[in-house]
């Protein structure tokens, strides 16, 4: 009964932003940490950001100082911010949700099409 609902996704020239959004609905409790991944076409998935319990975050290096990874525990949303945006970010980005209970639990979202003119 657990679904993610991503949006936020679109068209931008580079140097501009974009905000992702990712809600978490249903019976899923116990989260862990909430994260964005990104793949490009031809290449392998990436971890973009992750924020775990405590809210500490771990970013790319290739996003370190540009994007911004956040949460409402209450509303079980993540977000993320990406500030002055390359091409090279052209991908379509996934949510992720790990918790683990009642058991070991993994969700992803269906993706979001993020593209960056140059």
């Known amino acids: 009964q657990v679904q993610l609902v991503e949006s936020g996704g679109g068209l931008v020239q580079a140097g501009g932003s974009l905000r992702l959004s990712c809600a978490a609905s249903?019976?899923?409790?116990?989260?862990?940490?909430m994260g964005w991944y990104r793949q490009a076409p031809g290449k392998v998935r990436e971890l973009v950001a992750v924020i775990k319990i405590g809210e500490s975050t771990n970013y790319a290096d290739s996003v370190k100082g540009r994007f911004t990874i956040s949460r409402d525990k209450v509303k079980k949303t993540v977000y993320l911010q990406m500030n002055s945006l390359k091409p090279e970010d052209t991908a379509v980005y996934y949510c992720?949700?790990?918790?683990?209970?009642?058991?070991?639990?993994?969700?992803w979202g269906q993706g979001t099409q993020v593209t960056v003119s140059s």
């Open positions: 992720c949700v790990k918790g683990v209970w009642p058991r070991d639990y993994e969700y």
């Open positions: 249903g019976s899923i409790s116990s989260i862990n940490a």
